[in-house]
C-alpha cells in the first residue's frame, strides 16, 4: 500500500559531511558496483564504451563554488546526493501500482521492481532528483540505502553498512538510526547543526547534510605572516636587520 | 518538464472525450439532443478517450504491470484516474444499450456518466496539481484549466451557442494561468541555496555536474527549449484555441456538425501548443543542482 506507515521504531538514513567530502566519486562508483551485482537487477548502461553513454545511477557527486563574502573569492565543495529516504516521502503516495512504499520498521523507501510499471511519476515527485528509471528493464531504481548488506547477517558485522558508507576514503558518510538520539549520527548532526535539503518541500528528509564550514582565510593569513617582523634576538636578529637595510 | 507527445496527445484527447460524455449527459437529462445524438456523441466520446488513454500507456517503461495502477486509489490520482475513466466509460457504454433500445426514459446513467466524466478529467489534472516538485502545476488553476478546456472543447461541437462564452472564459483562465506560472518562477521559494541546505542565500554556481553526460533526470525533467520560445507558442496557442474559433463561429451559421468538427480540430491545435507549454514551461526542483548561473 502507498500510504505512508509511522515509522516510529527506526529511521535509518545517512549523514553527509560537506566540510570533508573531497569528490573522489568512490561511494558513485561503489554503489554503482554493489547494486549492479548479486540479487539486484543491473543498473544499465546504454553506449558504455561509445559516444553518448547514457547509464543509471542512484547516487551522485555534483560539484559547487560558493562565494566567500569577505575576500571574493569562490571555495569549492562537492555534494553527493542519493535518496534521502524521506518521512513525508512524495514519490511513495503517488505510485499507482503499489511498487513505491516506505518500510513501516525503519522508514527505509524502496521500489518492488515486480510491480512497477515504469510511469516514472514517483521520479517527477521527488524533489531532489534521487530515482532514475532504468532504461533497458524498464523499472524505477533508486537508492536502497543498501538493504542487501544492512539486512545480510550472511556479512561479518562490520561490513553491514552501505557500500558508499564503507568505500569513502575521507569517512564523509556515516550511516546511523536518526531516531535515536544517542547514535552517532544524531550526535553529530545535533552537535554540527545538520540540515535538510530543500526544507520547503516539506518532505522531512531523514538524511542529514554537514555544510562546508568557511575556509581559513589561507591567503591574508600568509602575507600577514610574510610581512610581520620575525620574532627573534641576538645574532639572527642583527641579521635580520642587516638584510632589511640592504 | 519533458513534453512527452503521447502524455500531451492523451490530456487532450481524453479530455476532450470526456467533455463530450459530459455534455451528452447533461443534454440528455434535459431532451435537448435525440436519441441519435446521444448514441453518435457517447460513441465518439468514448472513442476519444480510449485512444487517449492508450496513448498514455506509450509512455509506460514496464506496460506489464499496468493492470496494477488500479490498485492504489487511496492515494494515488494516477490509480483514481484509471479507475474513474473505466467506471465513466462503463457508465456510457450502459447509457449507449438503454438508449440503443428505447428507454431514454431514465436518463439519470447519463448522467452520472456526465458528473463521472468530469471527475475523470479532475483526477488527470491532479496528478500535476499535486506535485510540490513543480511549484508552477501545483495550484488549483491546473485542475480548473483542465476540466474547462475539456468542457469548452466538447462545447465547440455540440452546443457552439455555450462554447463562445466557454472560450471566453478560457482566455482569461489561460491568462491567468500564465501570469501565475511566470510569477511563481520569478519567486521560487526554491533555489539553489535551499537545495544544497543553506539557510542564508549564498552566491553558488556548479562548475561541474556529476555526470559528464545526459542522463533520465536531464531528459525528462531539465527541459530548457520551453522557456526559449514561450511568447511565439503562447500567442499561437491562443490563436489556434480561442480566435480563430471565435471568429469562424461569429462568421459563419452552425446548422450541421461539419462546422463544428473543424472548428473543434482547429482549437485542438491550439490546445496542444498550450498543453506542450504547460509541460515544457515547467520547473522542475531538480534543475537547481544543474544551475551554473
Ligand atoms: S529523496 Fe526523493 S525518492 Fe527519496 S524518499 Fe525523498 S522524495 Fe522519495
Ligand atoms: S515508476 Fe514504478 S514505482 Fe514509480 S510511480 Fe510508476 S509504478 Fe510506481
Ligand atoms: S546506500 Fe547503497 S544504494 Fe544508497 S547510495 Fe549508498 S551505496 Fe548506493
Redesign the interface.
Known amino acids: ?3 505512508l506507515p509511522k515509522c516510529e521504531n527506526k529511521k535509518l538514513g545517512l549523514l553527509i559531511d560537506l566540510d570533508i567530502c573531497v569528490g573522489c566519486h568512490a561511494c ?1 562508483v561503489s554503489c554503482k558496483e554493489w547494486n549492479s551485482s548479486g540479487d539486484t537487477k543491473q543498473l544499465s548502461d546504454i553506449n558504455a564504451h561509445q559516444k ?6 542512484l547516487n ?8 566567500n563574502k569577505e575576500n571574493n573569492e569562490s571555495e ?1 565543495f562537492y ?1 553527493p ?1 542519493s535518496c534521502l529516504h524521506c518521512e513525508d516521502a ?1 514519490c ?8 513505491s512504499y516506505k518500510r513501516p520498521e525503519d522508514g527505509i523507501v524502496l521500489v518492488n521492481e515486480e ?7 514517483c ?7 534521487a530515482r ?2 532504468d ?1 533497458l ?3 524505477m531504481k533508486k537508492c536502497t540505502l543498501c538493504v542487501d548488506r544492512i539486512d545480510n547477517h550472511d556479512l561479518p558485522e562490520e561490513d553491514r553498512v552501505p557500500a558508499c558508507v564503507k568505500s569513502c576514503p575521507t569517512g564523509a558518510r556515516s550511516f546511523g538510526d536518526f531516531n535515536d538520539p544517542n547514535s552517532k549520527v544524531s550526535k553529530i548532526a545535533k552537535e554540527r547543526e545538520g ?8 518532505t522531512k528528509p531523514v538524511n542529514k ?1 554537514l ?1 562546508p564550514r568557511i575556509k581559513s582565510n589561507f591567503d591574508k593569513e600568509f602575507n600577514e605572516e610574510e610581512n610581520s617582523d620575525l620574532n627573534v634576538s641576538g645574532f639572527l636578529s642583527w641579521v635580520d636587520k642587516a638584510l632589511d637595510k640592504l | 518538464m519533458h513534453p512527452a507527445p503521447s502524455i500531451i496527445l492523451f490530456t487532450i484527447l481524453s479530455g476532450f472525450g470526456f467533455g463530450v460524455i459530459a455534455w451528452v449527459g447533461f443534454l440528455q437529462y434535459f431532451s435537448l439532443i435525440s436519441s441519435l445524438e446521444v448514441i453518435a456523441f457517447s460513441i465518439l466520446g468514448g472513442f476519444l478517450a480510449v485512444i487517449g488513454l492508450i496513448s498514455s500507456t506509450f509512455h509506460l517503461a514496464n506496460k506489464i504491470n499496468a493492470i496494477k495502477s488500479f490498485s492504489q486509489w487511496r492515494s494515488s490520482w494516477l490509480s483514481r484516474e484509471a479507475v474513474a475513466s473505466i467506471v465513466s466509460l462503463l457508465l456510457v457504454f450502459i447509457n449507449l444499450i438503454i438508449v440503443y433500445f428505447g428507454k431514454n426514459t431514465v436518463p439519470l446513467i447519463g448522467i452520472i456518466a456526465s458528473l463521472f466524466s468530469i471527475v475523470t478529467v479532475f483526477t488527470t489534472s491532479m496528478i500535476y496539481a499535486q506535485l510540490r516538485s513543480v511549484p508552477s502545476w501545483n495550484t488549483l488553476l491546473t485542475p480548473f484549466i483542465f476540466i474547462l478546456a475539456a468542457l469548452v472543447g466538447a462545447a465547440i461541437l455540440l452546443r457552439p451557442d455555450y462554447a463562445l462564452y466557454g472560450l471566453a472564459v478560457l482566455l482569461v483562465i489561460q491568462f491567468l494561468f500564465w501570469l501565475y506560472r511566470d510569477q511563481t518562477e520569478k519567486n521560487m521559494k526554491t533555489n539553489i541555496s535551499t537545495a544544497l541546505g543553506f539557510t542564508e542565500e549564498s552566491s553558488i554556481r556548479s562548475f561541474d555536474k556529476a555526470h559528464t553526460n545526459q542522463n533520465y533526470l536531464l531528459n525528462e525533467m531539465v527541459y530548457k527549449i520551453g522557456r526559449k520560445h514561450s511568447r511565439r507558442l503562447r500567442y499561437l496557442s491562443v490563436l489556434f484555441s480561442i480566435f480563430i474559433p471565435v471568429s469562424i463561429m461569429l462568421l459563419v451559421r452552425f446548422d450541421t456538425y461539419v462546422v463544428g468538427a473543424i472548428v473543434s480540430v482547429i482549437h485542438l491545435l491550439g490546445m496542444y501548443f498550450s498543453r506542450w507549454l504547460f509541460f515544457a514551461e515547467a520547473r522542475h526542483a531538480v534543475s537547481f543542482y544543474y544551475d551554473r548561473s
Open positions: 500500500m502507498t500510504n558513485v553518448e553513454p547514457i547509464g543509471t545511477f551522485h557527486v555534483h560539484s559547487f563554488e560558493k562565494e569549492p555534494f546526493k512524495p511513495v503516495t503517488v505510485c499507482p501500482t503499489g511498487a510491480d512497477c510499471m515504469g510511469c516514472g511519476l521520479a517527477w515527485a521527488c524533489p531532489y532528483g532514475e528509471l532504461l528493464s524498464g523499472v540540515v535538510d535539503l530543500m526544507p520547503e518541500m516539506k547534510y555544510l
